[in-house]
């Protein structure tokens, strides 16, 4: 079996060589050891040796050629043996090479690896060596220099690499959950307010930042007593004996009163449930792609309905109520739509329970009405306004407001037309209620005067697509339409 | 408790472990028939003869690296260096041989080897020897360093250090030989490296010294004290492992901190542990890590400049009135 | 090579080199020196598998196929083998970073030394140490030392540990003729002679240091250097096994029976450069080609077949398996594992739970 020789790495720096000398040509017998041929590289002539004992076949490359490193020199094998396979396309290619040699069997792999190690395993040699023996050579220390040089380069991008994908990514990561357990909003706020002011950096002591925290005690009221104002340790256990009843009165206002130019902006504390929202929603803008649909739906068999029910139930049965039942009869028809997205998987949940956004003081909250499908129009109405009732006097448990598969937000009261919902997460859709508007309809070729409502479902389109929405949509249009066949 | 010379508890533990271990023994300058040039192995030689106590001819890129390869060979060598100024001279053999032979096996080579010696300056001795080297081989990983304070803790980390399958550094002092200290009686008494000790007790600030350092912390407490100011003081007594964990239970508690150390201020022990604090006990401080250091020149020979060169209590008050915000 | 003679330096130049002359190989013959048929194929074994081994491992250094530094000791493969040959198994051998022979001489597998040039945990010395620093302490090998001259007071350590402890076994320390000019030579060279120790020092004196020939940068015969301290001392041919076992037989046992010193300088020749970049423009080609007729392998198989002592093919077979045997090593190399990760913890102190800084 043909051997390829190719060119071999003569210095820790070279790219290719260029063949100064064949010592042998076709048809001479070499063995393992003969120098076969002169090689200059980017530092110095030197011997190429053979490993293997053969014939030369056929010398690839003429004298004055360069070679890259890796590629074909020369090929030896057995007298008469057909090495047409290597000359044809590749096969002055090392890994064909490799392939045709006898005894490495899994050379092909192993060369791959060669290449890639090519360069790291060796540039520091001659760095390196200076050092072993404490003396460098002229032309090796010129030579080192640029490897060490272009090494450097190598793999300071190399490391670049890295960390842009990896480690620049997870500093990010890191840092925010980092931030957002300080639970210290607050007091972030406070040490920034005073930046802001323009006056000098509060300075402070790190032990005394941690108590101030600790104590509820804002360092802008704290006067140091350390070098160049620090706030140490003694000015708050001081601050605290002293003024701490009068500091706790004076805190919210007074500082934001201080910087801001009056009668133009306030400051706000930033509720529990305002972050909540804040996060819960940003979380589902920006994760689960929103797609939205928009039906126009004919409310005019619905208000009869609503007119006739109300003559006979207890409790007043309101639009919403329909648009509620509605939904929860077609979240049975279609599962699609009562799921979540749970990352890996995705759920169809087996119960419909649809929450109803109720706008509260500083904010909303979605009270579920469980089991919706199975309940009739009365008991929803009852439920709905039970829930709203007691939600915007904060005395919801939390399983009256967990739970939901499916979200409705109805802004019709006032007097809105059509608009879009972010998603309530787990949900994979909202639907987004509109007013009921006289319209003029043409009905049997007759300008009738006519009442629309508009719904908008955004869907999570990671679990919804827009066809299944668009059954969803036509089903709740159908029940709204037709409100008798909701009621079976 | 016995009361012993720093030099006798030396001479204890060696002697302790010689008659322990038929594979220890001492080599060093002027160790034997001179009795040692500051008489710490008084008296071996004429216990344990001449093949157990071995006078060195002035080489100690020599015997340092003959004990290297005793200890490499099954030995337990104590090679002893008259100080540690000329330890230079062989240090190749510590930090390639010693420290590093173990690794380049892969495991297959342990050299339980105890180079020491008094370390530091000792007076007006010119600036070749007064070099505090705890930080330099501090430096090395596969070496430990060990550099005591007091008689007892001499004796037990000595104990330790020869017992120790790795290369120790142990650290003395010349003008801490003649120092007496309570030495336990307990038979065998030994002490775990990496384990600091309290040995004052206080609420206002910490203060970490170690070797020589130690007795100039003291002296600065006593005279602190005075003006109610309670130092409580941390010897780390082992440099390599250094126990950081007591050292910084202590600062939580007093909030401040002062080191006081003999290296050089760059790269030094002091550099180091006021790192570690302020990444692990960052929220405890109430104000900036102080560290009392030589300056960073070569020890200078008149008396005038050398008193200005070796830390004090005066330069310990100093720092701690820093950082207790006393002017 | 013929240098610019008229110009004023240092470093003595302006000689035509010939960097090293052999002394006269011993006239004993195999039957003299208790040599049979087996340990004359043994022999050849041990110097070709070196010879193999090291051609192979250039071939993959140029592959690219591991990095570092690599120092071949191609040429030199009588010393290791005659000295292995001439000593008892637990005398202690240590030597610099031209280490490989002397690993595979001693006993060390084909396998666990290219693994060790692969940087693989089934190195032998576990990938922690690489080409300069094999170690098989179970073969009484003590490495593989790359600090010029750094290891002779380990060697003089060895032997201090030997006579401590009375157990008759002799240390060899070996070290390149650039190692004669550090000063722990002639720091351990006193103490050995002072203190008797049963060390045998040798300088493989191959004629250069790195690219220095030995006239340029020793003064005087390094052998006689051992004059100075009153050390037995002797220049030895190299290239030839039965001179180093007819030598090292001696000395070994004046070393054990009067627990004095020795230093040997034995001269040989490398033919490869200092380390795979050297391009050894500071010899001649001729040089090189008067050493390679030396060489000590086709030495001994010249004399066994002209001998009749071994047939051809029984030549043939070892020559075969050894190059399948390096081919396996190869293969052996790149199917290990690199060390863990947590290895980069390990041995560093005899305890692996030692409290590093982070």
């Given amino acids: ?488 | 408790m016995a009361e012993l010379q720093f030099r006798e508890a030396i001479r204890a533990a060696m002697v302790e472990e010689m008659r322990r271990d038929e594979s220890v023994f001492l080599m060093g300058e002027e160790v034997a028939e001179y009795d040692g040039a500051y008489k710490v192995s008084q008296g071996m030689l004429e216990e344990f003869g001449f093949r157990r106590v071995i006078d060195t001819p002035i080489s100690e890129l020599g015997f340092s690296g003959i004990g290297v390869g005793a200890a490499m060979n099954g030995l337990r060598p104590i090679v002893e260096f008259m100080t540690f100024n000329f330890a230079v001279v062989g240090i190749d053999q510590i930090i390639n041989n010693a420290a590093k032979l173990r690794y380049m096996s892969g495991g297959q080579i342990m050299i339980p080897i105890v180079f020491r010696g008094p370390n530091a300056s000792a007076g007006q001795l010119g600036a070749t020897h007064s070099v505090a080297y705890e930080a330099l081989y501090g430096h090395i990983p596969g070496l430990k360093v060990v550099y005591p304070s007091e008689p007892g803790d001499a004796k037990g980390l000595l104990k330790t250090a020869i017992r120790d399958d790795n290369p120790v550094i142990f650290l003395e002092s010349e003008q801490m030989y003649g120092l007496k200290g309570e030495v336990s009686d307990e038979e065998d008494f030994t002490i775990p490296f990496g384990v600091a000790k309290v040995k004052r007790e206080g609420n206002d600030v910490t203060i970490v010294a170690h070797g020589k350092m130690y007795h100039v912390a003291q002296q600065a407490a006593k005279e602190l004290a005075k003006d109610g100011i309670e130092a409580e003081i941390v010897d780390p007594r082992t440099i390599k492992p250094f126990d950081m964990k007591t050292v910084i239970e202590s600062v939580k508690k007093t909030n401040r901190c002062v080191i006081v150390d003999e290296t050089h201020p760059f790269c030094g022990i002091a550099a180091e542990v006021g790192f570690q604090l302020q990444r692990d006990a960052f929220d405890y401080l109430d104000a900036p890590i102080q560290r009392v250091t030589v300056p960073d020149v070569p020890a200078p020979f008149a008396k005038n400049l050398f008193d200005l060169w070796l830390p004090g209590p005066k330069q310990v008050i100093e720092a701690v009135n820093a950082v207790t915000y006393r002017s | 090579m013929a240098k610019k003679a008229e110009e004023k330096g240092f470093t003595p130049t302006g000689v035509v080199y010939q960097s090293t002359k052999l002394p006269k190989p011993t006239s004993k013959t195999h039957d003299k020196l208790g040599l049979k048929k087996k340990d004359l194929l043994n022999l050849y074994e041990s110097m070709y598998r070196q010879r193999r081994f090291e051609e192979r491992a250039a071939q993959m250094y140029q592959k690219g196929k591991f990095g570092g530094f690599l120092h071949l000791y191609i040429g030199q493969e009588a010393i290791s083998t005659g000295v292995v040959q001439a000593l008892n198994d637990d005398d202690d051998l240590i030597t610099a970073y031209r280490d490989h022979g002397f690993a595979l001489a001693r006993g060390a597998s084909s396998d666990e030394c290219m693994a060790e040039l692969f940087g693989k945990a089934t190195g032998i010395s576990s990938g922690k140490g690489g080409s300069m620093h094999y170690f098989k302490l179970e073969k009484h090998f003590w490495g593989g030392h790359a600090i010029v001259g750094a290891h002779i007071p380990l060697g003089a350590g060895l032997a201090f540990a030997n006579k401590y402890n009375g157990n008759d076994r002799v240390a060899v320390c070996f070290f390149g003729d650039g190692a004669v000019d550090q000063g722990s030579l002639n720091e351990t060279f006193n103490m050995a002679q002072l203190w008797k120790l049963p060390v045998i020092f040798v300088v493989e004196n191959n004629g250069y240091s790195m690219g220095t020939a030995v006239e340029r940068h020793s003064a005087g015969d390094l052998h006689k250097r051992a004059d100075a301290y009153g050390m037995k001392n002797d220049i030895v041919n190299g290239m030839d096994v039965f001179t180093i076992i007819d030598k090292f037989t001696e000395v070994a046992k004046d070393v054990r029976k009067n627990q004095n010193p020795w230093f040997l300088e034995v001269r040989t020749y490398r033919y490869r450069g200092h380390s795979m970049s050297d391009p050894g423009n500071y010899r001649t080609k001729e040089e090189l080609d008067e050493f390679k007729q030396t060489d000590p392998i086709e030495r001994l198989k010249t004399y066994v077949s002209e001998k009749k002592l071994v047939k051809d093919d029984e030549i043939e077979e070892i020559t075969s398996r050894i190059n399948q045997e390096v081919l396996d090593a190869i293969d052996f190399a790149e199917e290990s594992d690199f060390p863990e990760p947590e290895a980069l913890f390990h041995d560093v102190y005899a305890e692996n739970d030692f409290p590093f800084v982070k």
């Fill in chain 1, 1 to 488: 079996m043909a051997i390829v020789i190719d060119m071999p790495k003569l210095s820790d720096t070279m790219e290719e060589g260029v063949i100064s000398k064949w010592n042998v040509k076709e048809g001479d017998k070499v063995k393992s050891g003969d120098i076969i041929a002169e090689v200059e590289t980017d530092k110095a002539t030197m011997d190429v040796e053979v490993y293997d004992d053969g014939v030369v076949l056929k010398i690839v490359a003429k004298e004055g050629d360069a070679v890259p490193l890796g590629k074909a020199m020369a090929i030896i094998g057995e007298e008469g043996e057909d090495i047409s396979d290597l000359l044809d396309g590749d096969g002055g290619d090392a890994s064909g090479g490799e392939k045709a040699e006898k005894k490495p069997k899994k050379d092909e792999e192993k060369d791959e690896d060669a290449e890639k190690a090519g360069d790291d395993g060796e540039d520091d040699e001659d760095e390196d060596e200076d050092v072993d023996d404490g003396k460098a050579k002229e032309s090796g220390k010129k030579d080192g220099d640029n490897g060490k040089d272009k090494d450097a380069g190598k793999t300071a991008k190399k490391s670049g690499d890295k960390s842009d994908d990896g480690k620049k990514g997870k500093e990010k990561k890191d840092f925010d959950p980092l931030f957002g357990d300080l639970n210290g909003d607050e007091k972030t706020k406070d040490a920034k307010a005073k930046t802001d002011s323009g006056d000098d950096r509060v300075k402070v002591s790190p032990l005394a930042r941690k108590m101030a925290e600790e104590q509820g005690i804002s360092l802008s009221d704290v006067k140091g007593s350390g070098p160049q104002g620090r706030i140490v340790k003694k000015d708050i256990e001081e601050f605290d004996k002293d003024a701490a009843k009068s500091s706790k009165s004076a805190k919210p206002a007074a500082p934001a009163a201080d910087m801001i130019p009056s009668g133009e902006s306030k400051e706000l504390k930033v509720s529990q449930m305002r972050k909540a929202i804040a996060r819960r929603l940003a979380e589902s803008k920006f994760t689960s792609p929103h797609f939205y649909e928009t039906i126009d739906i004919d409310m005019k068999r619905a208000i009869e309905a609503r007119g006739a029910l109300n003559e006979l139930s207890e409790v007043k049965i309101s639009f919403n109520d329909f648009v509620v039942k509605a939904c929860a009869a077609a979240l049975r028809r279609h599962p699609a739509i009562n799921s979540s997205w749970m990352g890996d998987k995705i759920v169809q949940h087996g119960d419909v329970h649809v929450a109803v956004a109720v706008a509260i003081d500083d904010g909303l909250i979605t009270p579920v009405i469980k089991h919706t499908d199975k309940k009739g129009l009365a008991q929803i109405s009852r439920e709905t306004k039970d829930l709203a009732g007691r939600a915007r006097d904060k005395k919801l448990q939390p399983d009256e407001f967990e739970g939901s598969t499916f979200t409705i937000s109805n802004l019709g009261m006032f007097g809105i037309e059509e608009f879009t919902a972010i998603i309530n997460p787990p949900n994979a859709a909202i639907l987004a209620v509109g007013t009921i508007r006289d319209v003029p309809v043409v009905e049997n070729g007759m300008v009738v005067p006519g009442k629309r409502m508009k719904v908008t479902l955004s869907s999570d389109h990671r679990v919804v697509d827009g066809a299944s929405a668009a059954e969803f949509m036509n089903s709740v249009r159908n029940f709204l339409e037709n409100p008798t066949t909701m009621l079976l």
